[in-house]
């Protein structure tokens, strides 16, 4: 297959492209890394991204962005990075990838685990997850031509857990290969419409 991973050169995406790589053509895009440019928060750079692929099987997604931070003081527009990068960012790779894509071919987009376990500093995260979530299993309904799409979600990355365990008393860390696998198996396998867990 021919795979574009957006992000592929991030934290979870090398483990990606790693475990991809073996056995497809992977095509790394990021904002400002990889093979290909590309800001998911711009229309026409999604545009261009597709333009300069040209046929393709597969997009994985782990790019986008939210806000960190205490929520005492966090503003609307911080609150509402989530929403334009991480999760309009994700459906407009779909809303402008579903008529390119090969028949057959399937999206990866990511959620996470502050979805599901929640912590006060990710507040821009949890929106944005949710969003990925509700969009996927309604988009599965109407994707034509075969076409599937999943979310994964990671736990926390063990190569993120230096970073973020102080914020996450007692969770354990994901292995990466883990993270791999579950989009390995979003792409790879036949189910559409799901949230792949990583994390309990
Ligand atoms: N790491 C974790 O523990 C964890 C856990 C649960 C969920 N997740 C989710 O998994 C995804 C990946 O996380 P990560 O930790 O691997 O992030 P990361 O290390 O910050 O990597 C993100 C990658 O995405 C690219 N990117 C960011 N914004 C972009 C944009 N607007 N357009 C195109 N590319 C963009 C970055 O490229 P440039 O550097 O070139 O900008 C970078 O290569 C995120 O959605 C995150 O919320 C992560």
Redesign the pocket.
């Known amino acids: 297959m021919r795979i574009i991973v ?9 483990a990606v492209v790693e475990q991809l790589a073996a056995r497809h053509e992977v095509i790394v ?6 093979d290909v440019r ?5 229309a026409d ?1 999604v545009r261009s991204l597709y333009d300069r692929v040209g046929s393709f099987d597969a997009v994985v ?6 806000h960190f931070g205490p929520f005492e003081t966090a503003t609307e527009d911080e609150l509402a990075l989530g929403i334009a ?2 999760l309009l ?2 459906i407009r790779l779909v809303l402008l990838g579903r008529a390119r894509i090969a028949d057959g071919g399937s999206f990866t987009l ?5 979805f599901d376990d929640p912590i006060p500093e990710a507040v821009s ?1 949890a929106i ?2 949710g969003g990925v979530e509700g969009f996927v299993r309604a988009a599965a309904l109407a994707l034509e031509r075969g076409v599937r799409i999943n979310a994964v ?5 063990r ?3 230096e970073a ?1 365990a102080t914020f996450n008393p007692g969770r354990v ?2 292995e990466m290969h883990v ?1 791999a696998g579950a989009v390995q198996r979003s792409v790879e396998g036949r189910r559409t419409g799901e949230i792949i867990r990583t ?1 309990g």
Do not use: L
């Not at 957006?6 to 090398?14: D, E, L, M, P, W």
């Not at 590309?38 to 711009?42: L, Y």
């Not at 990511?110 to 502050?114: D, E, L, P, R, T």
């Not at 979600?153 to 990355?157: E, H, N």
């Open positions: 957006v992000g592929g050169a991030g934290t979870i995406g090398k895009a990021g904002r400002s890394s990889g590309v800001d998911i928060s711009s750079s997604c782990a790019a986008g962005e939210a990068s991480k960012g994700q990511m959620s996470g685990y502050i995260f944005a997850n979600s990671p736990g926390m990355a190569d993120s857990a973020f860390p994901v993270i994390h």
